[in-house]
């Protein structure tokens, strides 16, 4: 939510539509605030926690790592807002285990269905419509630990770094119809995921828990941090900016 040079609220996104996945709580609850504060009619999502939503939200209980839950969800959001202008793919993460060669199978399946296959299916199921009405944003939660391939979380990290390929792909094959798709990759952010993640490492493991140094611009992230970058990416702000991975992690990770 911005103001005039008359000091009136401006609602940017008044008249849209968004559908927020994992909006109950950490930095998908701060998404779905933003977005409702910049008047878009908000749609979100999560396996439970509907009484966390805040008011004037709407909220429907799917499973977005299975095809069915990710079909119940588009079919609500076309019940419920009647199309989808705007797609924010929150939900994420894994379970750590004690290096790359002890994650199993269902561990790796579980990363994949949860930080790629639920965005795949969704975009595969909504995008047309934007398509159609040549006009739309995209944006997938990625992680700026892509680069590290941490041994406890390479299943985690590999289903993120194809996340951001997904995304570069499907933003040159939308480009033509106005529709912008995007990646913001959060750095150490403070949610209550986050901690979970932390203290389950710090339970199984045998060596140094997780990283916890402070990135360089002095503290860890916020979930508004994340919000900001995605608020700015499906605005008329971003409208030239297409098939971009934008990074928020404090200098948390070297580049280059």
């Given at each position: 939510?911005?103001?005039?040079?008359?000091?009136?609220?401006?609602?940017?996104?008044?008249?849209?539509?968004?559908?927020?996945?994992?909006?109950?709580?950490?930095?998908?609850?701060?998404?779905?605030?933003q977005l409702l504060?910049a008047g878009a009619?908000?749609?979100?999502?999560?396996?439970?926690?509907?009484?966390?939503?805040?008011?004037?939200?709407?909220?429907?209980?799917?499973?977005?790592?299975?095809?069915?839950?990710?079909?119940?969800?588009?079919?609500a959001a076309e019940?419920?807002?009647?199309?989808?202008?705007?797609?924010?793919?929150?939900?994420?993460?894994?379970?750590?285990?004690?290096?790359?060669?002890?994650?199993?199978?269902?561990?790796?399946?579980?990363?994949?269905?949860?930080?790629?296959?639920?965005?795949?299916?969704?975009?595969?199921?909504?995008?047309?419509?934007?398509?159609?009405?040549?006009?739309?944003?995209?944006?997938?939660?990625?992680?700026?630990?892509?680069?590290?391939?941490?041994?406890?979380?390479?299943?985690?990290?590999?289903?993120?770094?194809?996340?951001?390929?997904?995304?570069?792909?499907?933003?040159?094959?939308?480009?033509?119809?106005?529709?912008?798709?995007?990646?913001?990759?959060?750095?150490?952010?403070?949610?209550?995921?986050?901690?979970?993640?932390?203290?389950?490492?710090?339970?199984?493991?045998?060596?140094?828990?997780?990283?916890?140094?402070?990135?360089?611009?002095?503290?860890?992230?916020?979930?508004?941090?994340?919000?900001?970058?995605?608020?700015?990416?499906?605005?008329?702000?971003?409208?030239?900016?297409?098939?971009?991975?934008?990074?928020?992690?404090?200098?948390?990770?070297?580049?280059?």
């Open positions: 939510m911005t103001t005039n040079e008359n000091g009136s609220v401006v609602r940017e996104l008044a008249g849209k539509r968004a559908l927020v996945t994992g909006g109950s709580r950490g930095i998908g609850a701060a998404i779905v605030r504060d009619e908000v749609l979100t999502t999560a396996r439970s926690a509907a009484s966390l939503v805040p008011e004037g939200v709407s909220f429907v209980a799917a499973d977005v790592r299975t095809r069915s839950g990710a079909e119940a969800l588009a079919a019940e419920r807002l009647g199309g989808v202008d705007i797609l924010v793919h929150n939900v994420g993460g894994a379970q750590p285990y004690n290096g790359a060669l002890a994650i199993p199978d269902e561990g790796w399946q579980d990363a994949l269905n949860l930080n790629l296959l639920a965005a795949v299916r969704l975009d595969a199921l909504l995008a047309p419509g934007m398509r159609e009405r040549r006009s739309g944003a995209i944006v997938h939660i990625s992680s700026a630990a892509t680069p590290t391939v941490a041994p406890p979380f390479l299943h985690y990290t590999a289903a993120k770094a194809a996340l951001e390929n997904y995304s570069r792909g499907l933003a040159l094959e939308l480009a033509g119809f106005g529709v912008r798709v995007n990646s913001v990759s959060p750095g150490r952010t403070t949610t209550p995921g986050g901690e979970a993640t932390r203290e389950q490492w710090a339970q199984i493991s045998e060596g140094p828990g997780l990283d916890n140094t402070t990135p360089p611009l002095g503290r860890d992230g916020r979930p508004d941090d994340i919000a900001n970058a995605v608020l700015f990416l499906v605005s008329e702000r971003a409208s030239w900016v297409t098939g971009s991975g934008l990074i928020v992690d404090g200098g948390e990770f070297p580049k280059g």
